[in-house]
Structure formats: C-alpha cells, structure tokens
C-alpha cells in the first residue's frame, strides 16, 4: 500500500518540479519518471497526483496517465500551499536520512569504507530504504559500491581550501570554454535556461528544494560548457560539480543572494547571443569568483 503520510510532501515536490521546469498546460506527467526522480516508490506519486486532481491542477486521462491542466506560471504557490495542506510540513524521511549521511560525511564521522549493515544500524532504516538512499548517491558520484555489501565513499571538496581551489578551477575552464573556436550556442537550451533563470528570480528560488536548486545552477553552468562543444572542458565541469555538491547543499539556505545570481546569469545569456564572447568570459569568472567569495567563508577552516 502506498505510504499515504507521503503523499502531501509529494505533492509539494511535484508542483516544485512543475515550477522549477515552467512546464505548460498538456504536460504530460509520467509517474515512474517522477518516481526515479524523488527516489520513491510510485504508491505516493500516484497518490499526489490524484490530490492534484482534485485540486484541478492536473487531469487524467483513461489508460494514459496524467496531463497538466494549468501552465506553471498559473500555479500561486500561496494558494497550492494552502490548498494542498502542505505548508510547514518537514523534509521526507529519506531526505532526512540522505543529508544525515551527507553531513556526517563531511564532517568526518563517516570513514571511508562502511557496510550495509553498519549503515542500517547507524541511520535506523531498513536495507530497501538505504538502498534507495546509496543509489540516489551513487548517481551523485560521491559513493561506490564494493564487491559484498561494502560500500566505499569518494573524495570530496571537504575543507575552505579545497572548495576555493575547486572555484578557482571553474573561473578558468568554465571561462575559457567560452572563448573555444569551438563553441557554438545551442537555440533550445539558451531559451530553456532563460525560462528557468527567469522563473527562479520570479520567486521560485523561495520555494525550490535545495536539491533543485543545486541542479538549476549547476545545470545552467554545464550547458554554457557543453555549447564548447569539447568533451575534455565538459567533463572537467561535471567532475568539479559533483565534488561540491554536499558543501553547497549545506550552505545553499541562505536564498537572499539567488536574485543577483539568476540576474547574473540572464546576464552571461544576453552576452553570449550578441556575440560578446570575451565579455561574457571575464563576467563569468568574475561570476564565480564572487560566488567563491561570498560562499567560502561558511566552511569551516582549511585542513
């Protein structure tokens, strides 16, 4: 049976999901593929989409699933909240359970290697959902599977030192991919980051999940790479990205800087479509530069 006490915090996801992506009204809304993203079962999506239902948020259509009855831009997120009895409500106990691992990993609680049983032990949850919880991180990149039920974590950007470092690496590849003969800009994923810088800076940055907020940023700077058209810059990116995932996460919930950061980036947008390559390098380094200086002096010190 579907874990019903789930369902409105699933349903919170899933109009985040709708906002974060400015999805439109005939949207086609999968609930498997909502289900791998959320890492859960398809009991509380289904069960969230029928509350959405019924909120005319969404339709459902017989043996086809269910459409998106309203633009995103027509969901108020005071009112959805109300409506969905969603407001105030924690973060799902799997979420709970990740950023547990995540914190204690960077604090160094955690050594290197652990077994499934220890983890089961040390979080209280059943092998289903820590398994659900490691997989999630594997896809992150910061842990691996060993032969067995062992289970080793990778390196991270754990100290003020190494997270500078990893800024200053982005502010020279990330600005320099820019300037590559290379370089060609990709029509469809300039408008789908505009559409999203635009919508977070509308409001969507106060609702976000901290997770959607990690990838909305991150996704907008791996785009810009991926226009280089070099796979050597793109996977320098992606690599740097997945080692300050966890810091980030744990400084992303001060939001009052977001504005300036989607400004900055429609910035960088309008830079590149006029051809002002060199332009758009210096204020992208100058970009994250200033994201480095602002960030950094949350973490803890260099060690």
């Known amino acids: 049976m579907p874990r019903t006490s789930l369902s409105p915090q699933v349903t919170l996801r899933?109009?985040?999901?709708?906002?974060?992506?400015?999805?439109?009204?005939g949207h086609h809304l999968a609930a498997q593929a909502l289900a791998d993203s959320f890492r859960i079962s398809r009991g509380p999506v289904n069960a969230a989409l029928r509350a959405l239902e019924t909120m005319q948020i969404v339709r459902s259509e017989p043996n086809r699933g269910y459409f998106l009855a309203r633009d995103a831009e027509e969901l108020g997120e005071a009112a959805l909240a109300a409506d969905a009895g969603i407001a105030g409500?924690?973060?799902?106990?799997?979420?709970?359970?990740?950023?547990?691992?995540?914190?204690?990993?960077?604090?160094g609680k955690l050594p290197d290697r652990m077994s499934e049983s220890e983890l089961m032990r040390l979080y209280d949850v059943p092998r289903s959902q820590l398994l659900r919880i490691l997989h999630r991180i594997i896809e992150e990149g910061w842990i691996e599977r060993l032969p067995g039920n062992g289970w080793e974590f990778r390196p991270l950007l754990a100290s003020r030192e190494s997270y500078e470092q990893g800024y200053q690496f982005r502010a020279a590849v990330e600005s320099q991919a820019l300037l590559l003969p290379s370089f060609r800009i990709d029509a469809a994923a300039f408008e789908a980051a505009r559409q999203e810088q635009q919508w977070l800076l509308d409001g969507g940055y106060r609702t976000a999940s901290r997770t959607e907020l990690f990838r909305a940023n991150t996704g907008f700077h791996e785009m810009l790479a991926g226009c280089s058209r070099n796979a050597f810059f793109i996977d320098a990116v992606r690599r740097v990205n997945r080692l300050r995932r966890l810091l980030e996460y744990r400084i992303s919930l001060d939001r009052t800087r977001l504005p300036q950061q989607c400004r900055e980036h429609l910035t960088l947008l309008t830079l590149i479509e006029k051809d002002l390559r060199h332009e758009a390098a210096d204020f992208l380094r100058v970009h994250i530069e200033g994201a480095s200086a602002i960030k950094s002096p949350h973490i803890g010190g260099s060690s």
């Open 14 to 25: 899933i109009i985040e999901h709708i906002r974060t992506h400015n999805l439109k009204r």
């Open 89 to 107: 409500l924690e973060e799902e106990p799997e979420e709970k359970v990740y950023f547990a691992i995540a914190e204690d990993r960077l604090s």
